[in-house]
């Protein structure tokens, strides 16, 4: 057979067995059955067993063509035959054979074997579907566009409960016993998006099946490795996770490289790292491939960067792997940012921990032999006692993080740079682990109990961080080539004005968050003799990007309490944080991601103390926080965390009328012409379900609906790219 009918079956496969047959030999002396024990037997037996046993009849012989006319009849009075793929075959062949007459049988065969049930949950669905749409739909176009969405989405859901409540591992295998052409529907549903994600789900739950293990080795082989990433934990399919990696790995190094997304998916980096975090992460062993991967790939890099020259663009991509792997340390290290269920539990906190730290450099680099054809206790080590002091202090600030306790004064005492030691290297060493830098930085800003309430342990933290920032400035001035030479007094005068600012924002901040409301100010320049404590910490965060991060990591954890939501400052308070933030996002890029984190987490609160007039303004401010940061160039960040949040079921955190609130601010400040990444984020976001009924009600003002005929007319005009031609078409049914 050829490979169009053979299956590439899996080599865990195997065929179901033969029913076994008796083949043991007869013990010596004993009988055949039916035979006399004896070996004689009665007259009678004997004239019985010399009579000579008749021949069978020969069985009748059919007709090919008779068989296949009586199976063409067979098949046209199966119920609803009339929808099988064979059902031509099966008139013709009567036709064939009968002329006109058979005609005429196989359209009374159709007739009283149609019952239509296709077509009747066909009618059920559009019903439902019209029910379910908008009452107050301007045209019938926009009704049909939604109800065979609705459609669509209601027979994709029956069809996937039943499918995953009746699948069974043999039925499933079974059809390895077909031909490959015979199972052409498996190939087409591994090409189709929506039943990708069936088989997916169902290779999670049947983890046994080879069937499925086969379908999602075949999806990871088509390069869908992110729809496999988002929907099951590939620790179980070590060849899928590792060709994943590998894909993704190189879609970050093209992204760094000057790519501002995926090409594929319009994913942005955030999106990306943020999957990447919670796939790795998930045990220990799939962190560990990921790191020594990580690892691997930026020192061939680097070989062939220095080869290339400074000017290389692979230079960029190792700092994004570098700083992948980093963010993945962070994961397994600090607690809030764990990913699983079972991250609540100290034991699981701990084995996260004490793998990550034995898998760092802070573990590793102390105990790798330089010479490793020298047996472990004669070989020479990589040692150096004031840097293997500065690392074992570091894995524990690690633990204490991981337990939830504080630092204590010895512990800081131990990275802190004694006389003589201006430190460059304890700050060095802070920039390799910028996890160290925000714990440090909870320590002063964090609300609550993770605040250090010693004023000499906070001067101590401050000092470090200070130290940190003095040493990225060093290597940033060393990277564009611009090195200064060191001056110690110089250098211990910006230490302390870092230090004096960290000190007097973190204090600011537990000032403020006990108050109804404060100040926001932009001008740095204002020379107020008796500013307010809000003037006082906008003025620092602006001046000063540790103390922005600082004051962003306090809004985020002070909006996340319970607490916070429910007390009666909730709403002014809420105001005035989010007016410090936004000038903080002009002022400070990499704060941005985690001021969107803000935002969103804002617009999700509810409050019944609170007036709807109030609450909704307050949304309102976020929504406009949002366009600033769109503006800002977080386009895809902030319109695919949107539309996440429109698509989500049951979510009422975003109404329609903010929805109409945030399109009309959008249209009045995006102008053409606009990137294939705008395209495809802003069009995803207007497909949203929430999204077209709040634009296609009559409280969506007809200027603005023109503008979105507008918008969609722009798009056409945009650089093409492949998948736009059909987004541009599904948007124009709903906004032309």
């Not at 070989?303 to 397994?332: F, P, T």
């Not at 100290?346 to 450099?361: Q, Y």
């Not at 802190?416 to 700050?427: K, M, R, T, Y």
Request: aromatic share 6%.
């Amino acid at each position: 057979e050829t490979g169009e009918t053979q299956w590439e079956v899996p080599e865990n496969f195997s065929a179901a067995p033969a029913e076994p047959t008796d083949v043991s030999p007869q013990r010596e002396g004993t009988p055949p059955p039916g035979s006399s024990p004896t070996g004689t037997g009665t007259p009678e037996e004997t004239a019985t067993k010399q009579e000579p046993e008749p021949e069978p009849e020969p069985e009748p012989e059919i007709d090919p063509a008779q068989k296949r006319l009586e199976d063409a009849e067979k098949a046209l009075n199966e119920p609803d035959a009339i929808m099988e793929p064979a059902c031509l075959d099966n008139v013709g062949e009567l036709l064939s054979s009968l002329g006109g007459q058979g005609g005429q049988k196989a359209m009374q065969a159709l007739i009283s074997s149609f019952h239509g049930q296709t077509a009747i949950c066909g009618l059920l669905s559009l019903w439902l579907s019209d029910l379910k749409s908008s009452s107050s739909a301007e045209n019938t176009k926009e009704a049909s566009v939604k109800s065979s969405q609705e459609v669509r989405e209601i027979t994709q859901d029956v069809v996937t409960r039943i499918a995953k409540e009746r699948f069974t591992k043999a039925g499933g295998d079974n059809i390895f016993k077909l031909k490959k052409s015979e199972a052409v529907f498996l190939e087409d549903m591994m090409d189709s998006e929506r039943w990708r994600k069936l088989l997916i789900d169902l290779s999670a739950a049947n983890r046994d099946s080879t069937l499925l293990n086969y379908c999602l080795s075949s999806i990871s082989k088509r390069g869908h490795h992110r729809e496999i990433a988002k929907r099951i934990n590939q620790s179980d399919h070590f060849a899928v996770y590792s060709a994943m990696l590998a894909s993704e790995f190189a879609v970050v190094g093209n992204i760094a490289a000057g790519a501002s997304i995926d090409l594929d998916s319009s994913m942005g980096l955030y999106e990306l790292v943020d999957d990447l975090r919670r796939t790795c992460t998930s045990t220990s062993y799939t962190y560990l491939y990921a790191v020594e991967l990580l690892r691997y790939l930026v020192q061939i890099a680097r070989e062939k960067a220095a080869d290339a020259g400074k000017h290389s663009r692979l230079h960029q991509s190792v700092r994004k792997w570098e700083r992948l792997r980093e963010e993945l340390e962070s994961a397994m290290v600090d607690p809030s940012m764990s990913t699983s269920t079972a991250g609540s539990s100290t034991l699981f906190r701990k084995r996260r921990l004490d793998v990550a730290l034995t898998v760092s450099e802070l573990h590793q680099r102390q105990r790798r032999r330089l010479d490793p054809t020298v047996s472990a206790d004669g070989a020479e080590r990589n040692t150096d006692p004031h840097r293997d002091s500065l690392e074992t202090a570091l894995a524990v600030l690690f633990r204490f993080n991981a337990s939830g306790t504080q630092v204590d004064d010895a512990t800081l005492d131990k990275l802190l740079p004694g006389d003589g030691d201006d430190g460059s290297e304890v700050g060095k060493l802070m920039m390799a682990y910028p996890l160290a830098v925000r714990i440090l930085l909870g320590h002063l800003f964090k609300p609550g109990s993770g605040r250090v309430s010693s004023m000499l342990t906070r001067t101590k933290c401050a000092r470090l961080i200070a130290l940190s920032v003095l040493a990225a400035e060093t290597a940033t001035q060393a990277e564009i080539g611009s090195v200064k030479e060191e001056d110690q007094e110089a250098r211990a005068t910006e230490e302390e004005e870092i230090k004096g600012m960290l000190l007097t924002g973190s204090q600011m901040c537990e000032l403020v968050e006990n108050m109804v409301s404060f100040t926001v100010t932009s001008d740095v320049n204002n020379n107020d003799p008796n500013p307010s404590a809000g003037m006082k910490l906008s003025k620092l965060a602006l001046k000063s990007a540790p103390v922005a991060q600082g004051v962003v990591m306090w809004a985020r954890e002070l909006v996340g309490e319970p607490d916070f939501v429910n007390s009666a400052s909730y709403a002014t308070l809420s105001s005035s944080i989010l007016s410090l933030v936004r000038i903080i996002v002009l002022k400070h890029p990499f704060s941005r991601p985690s001021i969107l984190g803000l935002a969103l987490a804002i617009l999700k609160h509810s409050n019944s103390e609170v007036t709807y007039t109030r609450m909704k303004a307050l949304k309102e401010q976020c929504l406009r926080l949002l366009l600033f940061l769109l503006v800002q160039g977080e386009v895809s960040t902030v319109l695919s965390n949107l539309t996440a949040r429109l698509n989500q079921q049951g979510s009422s955190e975003i109404d329609a009328s903010l929805v109409r609130y945030f399109v009309g601010g959008l249209l009045e400040v995006i102008r053409p012409p606009y990137s294939p990444l705008m395209v495809q984020s802003l069009g995803a976001f207007l497909l949203a379900t929430k999204c077209t009924e709040a634009l296609g009600s009559s409280y969506f003002s007809k200027e603005n609906k023109a503008r979105c005929c507008q918008l969609v007319q722009d798009f056409r005009k945009s650089p093409k790219r492949e998948g736009n031609a059909q987004l541009i078409a599904s948007l124009a049914k709903y906004y032309e």
